[in-house]
Structures are given as C-alpha cells and as structure tokens.
C-alpha cells in the first residue's frame, strides 16, 4: 500500500509497532518507503511519545490552558459553585454605622460602676433619638447604632436594673469591653470584598448580598464533551453480556465536570471503528470547549483513538504518563479545543480527572483553585513492587488525623474508589510506607 509520513505516524500507534518497534523491515515491506525513511521516522515518533515525568505533563497541560474570557449574569440564588468574573466591592463602609454587638446598656466609660438613668430604649433597626450625658446610658439591643455621647457598653449579663436605674455589677470586667464595631472596621467604602476568580460558596453570600449585589457576573462554564469507546460497552440500563461491561466512566466523568464547574455534553458509546470515531470527534470538536475521550489509548489492535485525533486535526502532545493509575493518559490539542484521552479504567480515569483535568479546567476560568492537600497519618501501611511511577492510591478518612487504605486490586477496583475520601499520593522511588507513617492525602 501507498502511505504517506501522516499515515506513518498513524500506523506506528498499532500494537505490532508498539511491541516491535525495531521492525523496521516488515514495515518497510508493507509501505511504500524506503527503509531509511521509515527507521527515521520511526525513531522520531518513539522519541516524542516516550512516557513523560507527571510534573512535565501537568506543565505541559497547564501551559496550553487558551484565553477564555466568556461571560454570563446571573442571579445571585444562581452563583453557588459559578467563577466570579468581575471583584465584589464594598458599596459603603462595613458595619456602616457603630453597631452594637451585644444587648445591654450604652453609656460613657467613666461613668461604669456608678447608678445611671436610662433615658431611653433602642431597638435593632431603630437610631437613638437621646444623647447620652454624663450619670445617663439608653438600654440597647444587638445591631442598633451606638447612641451619640455613649462610649461603650456592658452587658446586661452583669446589670441590675430598677425603677428606671442601673449599676453595672462587675464594672472591671466590664472596662475591658466596648462591645461594639465601628464604622468601615470591616470595611472601607470602595474595598474589594471578593476578588474575582473565586468560586464563589455559601460563606460568600453574606457579603455578596449586604453589598448590593442581586446579580454577578460569572464564567461562562465551558462545554465538556464526554466520549466513551469500546464494544465492550453498554449503559447502565441495558443487560450486559457475559463479555459486556456497564458504561460508568461516562457518567462518573459528567459528575466530575459539573463539580469542576463545567457543563458535560454527553456523546454516547462509540464502538472500536476508526471510522466512527474519527466522526464523532470531529462533531465534539464543533461543538464543545473540551473533549474528554474514555477508552481506546492504550497500545491493543482496536485502540483507535489516537489515529482518530491526528485524522481529526489534533496534534498528539503526550500519550504516556509515569503516573499509577493513568500511565496511557493522552493530551492532544488543535486550533479551536483541547482532548484528553484517558484510560479505560475507573480509579485511573477519576484520578487523572482530579490531578490533570480539573486545575486545567479552572484554570481556563480564571478560577482560584487550590487542590485540597493535608498531611495525615496512615493507619495501615503498604508496599510497592514497582516504584518507576508516581502512584495514587484511593483512602478513607478515619478522623481528623487518620487515613485507612481499604484493599485496593488496581485501578479496576471500583468498591475501594466508591469508599474513598481521599486519595494519598506516593512519589516515585518509594518502596514502603510504614504504618504510622505521615502521608499526604488529596481530599476528594
């Protein structure tokens, strides 16, 4: 057969090379180039596609993030989990007047320990209408403006109170406490409250919405493709033959994605046909941010996933990490989206969403991500027999200092993964860890 360098490079991904590499000569047999022109070749695609260091990978991935500056207006019982877009600003000073924190009597601080005159009472909501002298204090209550003249106040706690009278019965104590916020202490007029990029969480509300802010301008949550291949798949709705397997990479990634902040777009099971593939990468490629393809990245006869994205305009950046689970993880890249391939298994297509995807992903939006890593003791140790990769390995959250490794059988164990609050991270090199030993734990 006739066959060009492109086609090479699409050849070369098929196991006979992958295992055989240096049989140039059944190659050259089997093309029409000259044999020199294939060992060149050859060694050129062996030499990019050579499995790279995590570190490098994730540079590499995070390096390619493209400009994406696409925004919306939402309501604000619509932002929980949306990318601030623009910084919150304080629209006056924060509390806005001096606000009394505690219900009790306002008075002057000299004046603490001797009988005053209540001259008044001040609830929340209303402004004192007295000025507070000398032998005089108002009785307030939490959240009301300090009244004019008033320099503190005690609690009604350590009061006692009678016929339109009051003592502070422990004025010492008493001295140590204002027991109020001035005004702006919080925050000036003009102050950025929440900057922009923050994924904005329910503590955040409070000072969204005393600030005036009923709408927010967020991300646009990028579109996420979500591809599954492979004849062995069915979804979760149909009865798997004996050789059959239920899809839940698919579903699990589209979880993923929404809790990333993004919007799945769901393009169904493609069988191990070229031709098939390559389609519907061209269709995801038209209309989504981000591809995400499950399956069909490893080196076996029917992986055809990677001569699809080179058929489909996408460069092939890496297709072989030293990490565990994940190693045949696949970034490719083209003009207009991003595609990672990942792996067919469960725990390693979860785990390269975690440590690849979703920085990727906030990253694109702007997003003031930090991975949530925390130092814990490890219960129940482990060996290693291979140490080359940097491994992951899923955990259980025992309690606030302990982490429990259930048994895990690799990265097709779905009953570990689904017991897991955590995943620790083991570097390359290390053989053991020994019970009791600190690890660090990515919470998930």
């Known amino acids: 057969m006739n066959c060009n360098k492109s086609d090479l490079h699409c050849l070369l991904?098929?196991?006979?090379?992958?295992?055989?590499?240096?049989?140039?000569?059944?190659?050259?047999?089997?093309?029409?180039?000259?044999l020199v022109t294939v060992v060149l070749i050859s060694f050129e695609f062996f030499a990019e596609k050579k499995m790279i260091e995590f570190s490098s990978a994730l540079k590499i991935v995070m390096d390619h993030v493209p400009?994406?500056?696409?925004?919306?207006?939402v309501d604000i019982n619509d932002c929980i989990n949306r990318v601030l877009a623009s910084d919150i600003s304080a629209d006056r000073p924060a509390p806005p007047f001096n606000r009394v924190a505690m219900d009790g009597y306002a008075c002057r601080k000299n004046d603490i320990g001797n009988e005053l005159k209540i001259v008044e009472i001040v609830p929340a909501g209303k402004t004192a209408e007295k000025f507070i002298n000398p032998g005089e204090c108002s009785k307030v209550m939490t959240g009301c403006p300090l009244p004019d003249g008033a320099e503190m106040v005690f609690m009604i706690e350590v009061a006692v109170e009678k016929n339109g009278l009051v003592t502070c019965t422990d004025p010492e104590i008493a001295k140590k406490h204002e027991n109020y916020s001035k005004t702006?202490?919080?925050?000036?007029?003009?102050?950025?409250?929440?900057?922009?990029?923050?994924?904005?969480?329910?503590?955040?509300?409070?000072?969204i919405a005393t600030n005036g802010y009923s709408k927010l301008v967020v991300m646009k949550r990028p579109v996420v493709g979500i591809i599954a291949t492979g004849d062995e798949l069915v979804e979760p709705f149909e009865t798997p033959l004996p050789h059959q397997i239920r899809n839940s990479n698919s579903y699990q990634l589209s979880?993923?994605?929404?809790?990333?902040?993004?919007?799945?777009?769901?393009?169904?099971?493609?069988?191990?046909?070229?031709?098939?593939?390559?389609?519907?990468?061209?269709?995801?490629?038209?209309?989504c941010d981000i591809i995400l393809m499950s399956g069909g990245v490893s080196a076996g006869d029917f992986d055809f996933v990677a001569d699809s994205l080179v058929k489909a305009g996408f460069q092939i950046i890496f297709d072989s990490v030293a990490v565990k689970p994940g190693k045949p993880t696949t970034f490719a890249v083209s003009d207009e989206v991003i595609c990672f391939?990942?792996?067919?298994?469960?725990?390693?297509?979860?785990?390269?969403?975690?440590?690849?995807?979703?920085?990727?992903?906030?990253?694109?939006?702007?997003?003031?991500?930090?991975?949530?890593?925390?130092?814990?003791?490890?219960?129940?140790?482990?060996?290693?027999?291979?140490?080359?990769?940097?491994?992951?390995?899923?955990?259980?959250?025992?309690?606030?200092?302990?982490?429990?490794?259930?048994?895990?059988?690799?990265?097709?164990?779905?009953?570990?993964?689904?017991?897991?609050?955590?995943?620790?991270?083991?570097?390359?090199?290390?053989?053991?860890?020994?019970?009791?030993?600190?690890?660090?734990?990515?919470?998930?």
């Open 13 to 34: 991904h098929k196991k006979l090379i992958r295992k055989q590499p240096k049989n140039y000569n059944t190659l050259h047999k089997n093309i029409n180039l000259p």
């Open 67 to 73: 400009k994406y500056d696409k925004t919306e207006t």
């Open 184 to 207: 702006g202490e919080d925050a000036k007029k003009g102050d950025i409250v929440i900057r922009k990029g923050k994924v904005i969480e329910p503590r955040h509300i409070p000072a």
């Open 255 to 287: 979880a993923q994605v929404i809790r990333a902040g993004g919007v799945p777009k769901y393009y169904g099971i493609v069988k191990d046909d070229p031709e098939k593939t390559e389609k519907i990468v061209k269709t995801a490629k038209s209309e």
């Open 341 to 444: 391939g990942m792996p067919g298994n469960p725990v390693s297509t979860f785990v390269i969403f975690e440590i690849i995807v979703r920085p990727f992903i906030m990253k694109m939006m702007n997003a003031d991500h930090k991975p949530a890593h925390v130092e814990m003791i490890l219960q129940n140790g482990l060996k290693r027999k291979r140490v080359e990769r940097k491994e992951y390995v899923p955990v259980k959250i025992l309690d606030s200092r302990t982490v429990f490794k259930p048994e895990y059988h690799g990265s097709g164990h779905l009953t570990s993964l689904a017991d897991a609050d955590g995943i620790i991270v083991i570097e390359k090199g290390e053989h053991e860890i020994a019970s009791g030993s600190k690890v660090e734990v990515l919470i998930i």
